[in-house]
């Protein structure tokens, strides 16, 4: 079975740091592109950050600086570390694997998300 499951979400003050990780299953982890997305209430989904196989990073201009994506092969995780968090960060987080290569064909494969609530 495929799945992304994300943890490390939570409430936190503004200024503070939270990581965030998402297991990934049922999918050749190594060889994938992954992303974290964000979404806030009454917005649109948004990238946050994305990293690639070779590990090339790529982040919104919003967390510039104060994100950071990095991935773990072995543990089949990729991981998004947050500090100096700013009450505009606070949205439900999702982890992404764009072009996850099972049963014969790719697919677009997302997890359930995860809570970040930024107090100020």
């Known amino acids: 079975q495929v799945q992304l499951v994300e943890s490390g979400g939570g409430l936190v003050q503004a200024g503070g740091s939270l990581r965030l990780s998402c297991a990934a299953s049922?999918?050749?982890?190594?060889?994938?592109?992954m992303g974290w997305y964000r979404q806030a209430p009454g917005k649109q989904r948004e990238l946050v950050a994305t990293?690639?196989?070779?590990?090339?990073?790529n982040y919104a201009d919003s967390v510039k600086g104060r994100f950071t994506i990095s991935r773990d092969n072995a543990k089949n995780t990729v991981y998004l570390q947050m500090n100096n968090l700013k009450p505009e960060d606070t949205a439900v987080y999702y982890c992404?694997?764009?072009?996850?290569?099972?049963?014969?064909?790719?697919?677009?494969?997302w997890g359930q998300g995860t809570q970040v609530t930024v107090s100020s």
């Open positions: 992404n694997a764009p072009s996850a290569y099972y049963s014969g064909s790719r697919h677009d494969v």
């Open positions: 049922g999918i050749i982890f190594s060889i994938n592109v």
């Open positions: 990293i690639t196989s070779g590990r090339s990073t």
